[in-house]
């Protein structure tokens, strides 16, 4: 019992070192909230002009103001599906300190996580709060207690899921050094997928099916469509429950993973 509290406090101190290091950039935290305020804004703008120049009031079930919120919802949650994990790891892996691990009674997948969690907090403390609030205040929602747990639940799943893609993503850096690409184009994915440019309600039927059965609507559309009260209590369910089998799966894929790399490391001297 003492050893796992040892080892519990290990990894708490990582992370509260980790904040005080990632303090020293606090400029880098104000532009970030700063630029997910346009990036709002600008899809605003876009959707503003796209309800204006059709005349209507309404798309599926979406009014204009509701759009308003929707967006700063959007880019709220993107704090949360920041991906700092494969950055970390492709670090560790391009210097050669991801074979050290192997010297520390540490294991290196949770020592990565909490190293980019200390970022994902702050983002979240900096960025996502601030935008959350202003959410809150356009669109005069009263959150029941029911609907705040199961934001809650949803943004928990959704950075469960990002960080597993994000850790199989980072594996990738043994072969390929750099993924910087693959984060790029994975991110941009989970932007469009996800619900972040068009509401998935507003896709066509089939398009729709498909995506439910992904992880991406989760990660952005559910939490916002469950703010807004835009989506039933059955289809907010089904997404959490094959969201956690998502999280099953790329959990196995990590750890075997993890398990090649790891051979890797240790085979060639680590």
């Given at each position: 019992m003492k050893?796992?509290?040892?080892?519990?406090?290990?990894?708490?101190?990582?992370l509260v070192i980790g904040i005080k290091d990632q303090l020293a950039y606090k400029l880098d935290y104000l532009l970030s909230v700063i630029f997910r305020f346009i990036n709002a804004l600008f899809m605003?703008?876009?959707w503003t002009a796209i309800?204006?120049?059709t005349g209507v009031s309404s798309i599926r079930g979406f009014t204009l103001p509701d759009i308003y919120v929707y967006f700063f919802i959007i880019y709220a949650l993107m704090g949360t599906t920041n991906m700092q994990l494969p950055d970390v790891i492709q670090e560790d892996i391009g210097e050669g300190s991801i074979a050290a691990a192997y010297t520390r009674p540490l294991r290196y997948p949770v020592q990565a996580f909490m190293r980019g969690a200390a970022d994902d907090l702050l983002i979240i403390i900096f960025g996502t709060v601030p935008l959350f609030a202003v959410a809150v205040l356009i669109s005069h929602v009263s959150?029941?207690?029911?609907?705040v747990l199961l934001l809650?639940?949803?943004i928990l799943i959704s950075y469960l899921l990002v960080n597993l893609i994000g850790f199989l993503i980072g594996m990738a850096a043994v072969k390929l050094i750099n993924i910087y690409g693959i984060i790029t184009i994975t991110w941009s994915t989970l932007l469009l997928l996800g619900g972040g440019v068009v509401p998935l309600n507003m896709l066509p039927s089939v398009v729709q099916q498909i995506l439910f059965f992904s992880p991406f609507p989760i990660m952005l559309?559910?939490?916002?469509?469950?703010?807004?009260?835009?989506v039933g209590y059955g289809v907010i369910m089904t997404s959490i429950f094959t969201s956690i089998a998502w999280i099953a799966v790329?959990?196995?894929?990590?750890?075997v993973a993890w398990g090649?790399?790891?051979?890797?490391?240790?085979?060639?001297?680590g």
């Open positions: 050893n796992g509290l040892a080892g519990t406090n290990i990894y708490l101190a990582m605003i703008l876009i309800y204006l120049g959150l029941t207690l029911g609907t809650l639940t949803e559309y559910i939490p916002a469509a469950t703010f807004l009260g835009t790329l959990a196995v894929a990590a750890y090649k790399v790891r051979r890797q490391i240790t085979s060639a001297g």
